[in-house]
């Protein structure tokens, strides 16, 4: 089976704009998780998808966004781009939603300008 | 609110040294999962322990979960250069649906 793909794998905006990253699961994956990973704050839980629904949601501002499409990709939005934003972004997908053993992708590096 | 401290944050050895980190919980656990990051890479699930006083073993690689379900441990015997990573571990209350992970512990290995 291919594993969990991200693009784009790198990706540098300025200030103010806005991206969107995208995740496409295991086969037969239906729940998509994203991670902010950071030097300074470590592994941090961004939210999960199941069946098309966010289905739990870390603490992070309403600035970051995301979604799933019926065929179990998923993509987040962060707009308003912040000098902070920039990050390894990790999805993961796993066969059912919850705690259970995640797949990571590579992860897209961001840059933020 | 659970609070987990992963200890050491960095150990360096040189290779055919022992290896442990620590995951410690304020609250008992369910379970606890275990990842390792290579540099440059992404976590790895390692193993999942959900017995008090569990351990498992893959090869050089002892994981054990504590008899209260407040700690866990992962022991890494004769390190290799190969072992270099980040070693995550990924605790669950039974609350919580969602993963979150520890700080990490960063293993540097030399020859």
């Known amino acids: 089976k291919a594993g969990v793909t991200q693009t784009p794998r790198y990706l540098i905006k300025t200030r103010g704009q806005q991206v969107t990253l995208s995740c496409s699961p295991i086969?037969?994956?239906?729940?998509v998780s994203w991670y902010q990973q950071t030097p300074g704050q470590g592994l941090q839980f961004l939210f999960e998808?199941?069946?098309?629904?966010?289905?739990n949601k870390g603490n992070f501002p309403g600035r970051f966004s995301g979604r799933q499409f019926s065929n179990s990709r998923s993509e987040m939005n962060v707009s308003t781009l912040e000098l902070g934003d920039s990050a390894l972004y990790l999805c993961?997908?796993?066969?059912?939603?919850?705690?259970?053993?995640?797949?990571f992708g590579p992860g897209t590096r961001l840059t933020v300008l | 609110g659970q609070q987990v401290m992963q200890i050491p944050q960095y150990q360096h050895v040189q290779e055919g040294e022992d290896f442990t980190t620590y995951c410690n919980s304020s609250?008992?656990?369910?379970?606890i999962q275990w990842y390792k990051q290579r540099p440059g890479g992404h976590p790895v699930f390692l193993i999942q322990?959900?017995?008090?006083?569990e351990v498992k073993k893959q090869k050089r690689l002892t994981f054990q979960f504590g008899e209260a379900k407040k700690n866990s441990s992962l022991h890494i015997t004769a390190t290799q250069t190969t072992d270099v990573g980040t070693y995550f571990c990924?605790?669950?209350?039974?609350?919580?649906?969602?993963?979150?992970f520890g700080t990490g512990t960063r293993l540097q290995v030399t020859l």
């Open positions: 993961a997908s796993s066969l059912v939603q919850g705690y259970n053993e995640q797949f």
């Open positions: 086969s037969g994956h239906r729940s």
């Open positions: 998808y199941f069946s098309e629904t966010q289905r």
């Open positions: 609250t008992t656990l369910s379970n």
């Open positions: 322990l959900v017995k008090s006083g």
């Open positions: 990924a605790p669950n209350t039974g609350t919580a649906s969602k993963l979150t």
